[in-house]
């Protein structure tokens, strides 16, 4: 049985999108305990530091190697100082911790992960949508295109946009010519894509458009990084505002241990 972390060296808090508003009270309490934040400052805002005291050492790390990332919370860990590693989004998705967390461990240190809520959630409360539609889609996928990183052959996104499931697309926009493409191997032309530039920002920008327009679109709009594409046959029922896709959960019809016949 994998036990609750209770003596945790280093603290990896999901920042979230970047709302600040929107981190966890966990995530905000260990902010104002911390004696060093080490944050990804091309990926989290300045906002969410207005947690940490004045006295706390806040260190930006979109420029530092890992190599010179570790040596910093080793130290401060060793001198008895609590670190926050603040990581944007939710850090079980695309927030490389798995090697920072392998270091530190070398290093006899131990961490503990508080999730936060990623840019597809924020996006889906933006466009007031459930992406799971009973009869209609059940499945969501959060992926990425292969680029510099490679994706495995097994999860090439053509094959994924065979599901015509909710798609949520991250870390694509350098690449979205080839992602469309792929797409539009299974969606259909006219699917709805909601793309969102910087979610949780002051500047944050969500669109709608046609799943055939996403590349020009992103090309007019200059969209190359935090950019998120979701692709679901949701969108649509959303923006017909029909409750044809009821779920049972609430018919009078459905009979469950809570509500018996």
């Not at 508003?21 to 902010?31: A, D, S, V, W, Y």
Request: proline share 7%; hydrophobic share 45%.
């Amino acid at each position: 049985m994998i036990s609750r972390n209770t003596a945790a060296g280093v603290y990896f808090v999901g920042a979230g999108p970047g709302d600040p508003e929107l981190l966890t009270l966990k995530g905000q309490r260990l902010l104002q305990e911390a004696d060093v934040i080490l944050y990804a400052d091309s990926l989290v805002p300045t906002g969410i530091l207005q947690f940490a005291p004045p006295s706390t050492l806040c260190i930006p790390t979109a420029a530092l190697t890992l190599e010179e990332i570790i040596p910093l919370m080793v130290e401060a860990v060793q001198a008895g100082k609590k670190v926050v590693r603040l990581q944007s989004g939710d850090p079980s998705l695309y927030s490389a911790i798995h090697e920072q967390i392998c270091r530190l461990a070398e290093a006899g240190i131990a961490v503990e992960v508080v999730p936060g809520i990623s840019a597809y959630q924020l996006a889906a409360a933006r466009l007031k949508v459930e992406l799971t539609l009973p009869e209609l889609v059940q499945t969501i996928i959060l992926t990425r295109a292969s680029g510099r990183t490679r994706v495995p052959p097994t999860e090439e996104l053509a094959s994924l946009a065979a599901h015509k499931a909710s798609l949520c697309l991250y870390l694509s926009a350098n690449c979205i010519q080839r992602a469309q493409r792929d797409l539009l191997q299974h969606y259909p032309p006219e699917t709805l894509v909601a793309v969102g530039y910087r979610l949780g920002w002051p500047d944050e920008q969500l669109w709608l458009v046609p799943l055939r327009d996403i590349a020009a679109f992103s090309q007019q709009q200059r969209l190359t990084r935090t950019t998120l594409y979701l692709i679901s046959p949701a969108l649509a029922v959303q923006q017909q505002g029909s409750d044809a896709w009821r779920s049972c959960l609430y018919s009078p019809e459905h009979h469950h241990l809570f509500r018996p016949h």
